[in-house]
């Protein structure tokens, strides 16, 4: 009997559920999945839904579409200080093209074997192109970093190039070739679960960058009812950002987005730690800000609005 659609995709995923997974006590097959929380850990879940032409451009492979449909995930996680357990699938699809799903399915599994994280339930449907990934991660007892911690005197921080996303974005569509390093940034964004756990206990509030460094802190100073205050001169403007002029580079630098790097804010006490974290880890990660008293988020002579740029990542919900 020739397998059925849906028989068929499993197939492609069949990869992504190692036997060995922690706290699966039954994975894939039955009407749900029966998963064991680790005794004693609080439990963190996250959904994102990537729809094709919203939240990505067209023309990206089904490597690159699989990669980002999970690391945009992981990255939320990442934020938290989380360890990644479990994920779900959930994938609408115009139609059955295996060459399609192959490669879908080799850029999520590399990076879900990366990261350790395991696929135990999905759901497919005909429509037009969407992936929708719910993740689940565990973190000790009240060490989870969240959003609503920062405190004025605190430092803000930032992990890698945020802005070289969005400039590899731009050579994207001028038809520039993918190995250029801010292309692949675009294409290949890592979530920094590694530096998110390590800051577990270090920082004092945490997100990722999907929406753009300043819109970003903003959503720590609203939760945490501070202002922040981002120096321009501070902000890691350097290779290929610092190959373009200062203006460019800092408008992709603060509004860009779809960076997924760590947006932190810490006591300064906790600089020396953070800077050995990084150092040890090999992520770049620079001290750019202060938090004060006020409201929202500001980078002091630089006028953000009608900066105009539009990226990928439209919501503000993650
Ligand atoms: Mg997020």
């Known amino acids: 009997m020739p397998l059925s659609e849906f028989q068929l995709i499993a197939r492609y995923f069949a990869g992504l559920s190692p036997p060995d997974a922690e706290g699966v006590v039954l994975g894939i097959g039955d009407d749900a999945a ?13 959904i994102d839904t990537l729809v094709a032409g919203v939240h990505f451009p067209p023309f990206l492979s089904p490597r690159a579409i699989g990669h980002r449909a999970l690391a945009v995930n992981l990255s939320d996680l990442a934020a938290m200080g989380a360890r990644p357990l479990w994920f779900t699938l959930a994938l609408t699809l115009p139609e059955v093209d295996e060459s399609w799903l192959g490669g879908f399915a080799d850029g999520l599994g590399t990076l879900a074997a990366r990261c350790g994280i395991a696929l135990v339930g999905g759901d497919t449907t005909r429509g037009p192109l969407s992936i929708t990934i719910q993740v689940h991660g565990a973190a000790a007892p009240g060490r989870a970093l969240r959003r609503d ?7 803000l921080w930032v992990t890698g190039r945020p802005g070289l996303a969005a400039l590899g974005l731009q050579r994207l569509q001028a038809g520039v070739a ?16 590694a530096f998110g756990r390590g800051l577990a206990g270090l920082a004092s509030a945490a997100i990722d960058v999907s929406d753009g460094l300043l819109a970003d802190a903003g959503h720590i100073a609203e939760r945490s009812a501070v ?92």
């Open 149 to 155: 911690g920062a405190r004025v005197g605190d430092s």
């Open 178 to 193: 993918d190995d250029d390093p801010a292309c692949a940034a675009f294409l290949w964004p890592e979530p920094r679960l």
């Open 34 to 46: 029966i998963l064991r929380p680790p005794p004693g850990e609080d439990l963190l879940v996250s």
């Open 227 to 318: 202002g922040i205050e981002i120096d321009a001169t501070l902000l890691p403007l350097e290779g290929a950002l610092g190959a373009i002029p200062l203006s460019e580079a800092l408008a992709l630098c603060l509004t860009g987005g779809d960076d997924y790097e760590l947006c932190f804010t810490a006591p300064a006490a906790a600089s020396a730690a953070i800077a050995g974290l990084a150092a040890a880890q090999g992520l770049s990660c620079r001290r750019i800000g202060t938090v004060v008293p006020g409201v929202g988020a500001r980078c002091a002579g630089v006028e953000t609005t009608g900066m105009g740029y539009q990226h990928f990542r439209e919501s503000a919900d993650g």
